[in-house]
């Protein structure tokens, strides 16, 4: 499905960017939250790339934190730049018991 696109870059250039660009692919997707394209991660993959488990995945996108987006083959994802911003603002947790120091 191909949507033509016109966006202002910046008020201060007066450019715009204008064309037909593919807005779903099977990694790709329109963010309506974020209101831009990203790309898409499974569940699984956004766990691995910032160390933590599925459950914690699906935790933080049913309170809303990460954005949910469905695939064009109907499969659940998560909007990467959602992913990254929550994990930026996200405090250090301790991993152990152990006393530092």
Not at 35 to 64: C, H, M, P, W
């Amino acid at each position: 499905m191909l949507v033509e696109l016109r966006e202002t870059s910046s008020s201060l250039s007066g450019r715009q960017i204008s064309g037909s660009f593919p807005l779903r692919r099977s990694h790709f997707a329109f963010c309506p939250v974020c209101d831009k394209g990203v790309e898409l991660y499974d569940f699984e993959v956004s766990a691995q790339t910032f160390n933590t488990d599925v459950q914690d995945i699906g935790s933080l996108a049913r309170r809303g934190d990460l954005h949910r987006l469905h695939t064009i083959y109907g499969e659940v994802m998560i909007c990467s730049d959602s992913l990254f911003t929550c994990f930026e603002r996200r405090q250090t947790r301790i991993l152990t018991d152990l006393p530092i120091g």
